[in-house]
């Protein structure tokens, strides 16, 4: 278990605690931690968000954490968003979308997304309309969830890649640990309005899910990326949205 920990750990965060041998059994069953990781993410970004906001004004709190966070994760899911949107938006056939999400230079439309997915993400982090804590908490925890979800219910558009052991060994016990861990974290920190948001969220990442798999034949670890991207956004817009006044 500690080495499926760490995997996860070391694979979705630049926190690196000691060398852990390649397994790819072990890799793929390691999303059952992804939610795990998303907290100790949250708990990360609030720290920057804690310690900044006595020292400097808001807009600067903000943008140290959007770039903490880059920093934690090593912006891996970064790249696989811009990839993701170079390829899906292409307008090219299904083949070729998924040659362009392979190429490792960006195009427009990676860098027009990129460019609107942080300024999203700063504009809703300027002013939250909930505690902090309870905001970075549950955009790192429901974000990786978001992911293992799409591990264990949609198809691999590849015939191989990095993100295929995923798929390969994301089984039910993998996803009802992440899902048991996502639901208790919820509740603990935003009680009924938190499994709310998490319901909405998992609806979402099932729509976008099966368009990506509608269009490209499935997921892939671009598209994988995208999601955990794509749903801390989506969780910051539903705190605007459900998390206002009275709701948390």
């Known amino acids: 278990m500690l080495t499926r920990l760490l995997m996860a750990l070391q694979n979705i965060t630049r926190i690196y605690i000691y060398p852990v041998k390649f397994d790819e059994v072990k890799f793929g069953q390691a999303s059952a931690f992804f939610p795990l ?10 720290s920057i968000y804690h310690v900044s906001a006595k020292v400097f004004p808001m807009e600067v ?40 999400m392979r190429d490792s230079r960006v195009g427009a439309n990676g860098v027009i997304g990129l460019v609107a997915l942080l300024l999203l993400k700063y504009t809703l982090l300027l002013h939250l309309p909930v505690d902090p804590l309870t905001a970075l908490l549950l955009m790192g925890v429901v974000s990786r969830w978001a992911m293992v979800y ?38 603990l920190v935003a009680q009924v309005q938190g499994l709310i948001l998490l319901g909405l969220i998992c609806l979402l990442t099932h729509f976008i899910a099966r368009q990506v798999t509608h269009t490209i034949g499935g ?16 969780t910051l817009f539903l705190l605007y949205i459900i998390g206002a006044g009275e709701w948390l």
């Open 61 to 100: 709190v903000a943008a140290l954490v959007v770039v903490g966070q880059i920093f934690i994760t090593g912006g891996m899911h970064l790249d696989g968003w811009m990839d993701s949107m170079d390829g899906l938006f292409s307008g090219r056939s299904r083949e070729r979308k998924l040659e362009i």
């Open 150 to 187: 799409t591990f264990r219910f949609f198809p691999y558009a590849r015939s191989e890649g990095m993100g295929r052991a995923y798929k390969a060994y994301t089984g039910w016990r993998e996803f009802l640990v992440a899902t048991a861990t996502v639901v208790v974290a919820v509740y």
């Open 219 to 234: 997921m892939t670890g671009d598209t994988y990326g995208a999601t955990s991207e794509g749903m801390e956004v989506a």
């Open 37 to 46: 990781v998303g907290l100790i993410i949250g708990a990360a970004l609030y």
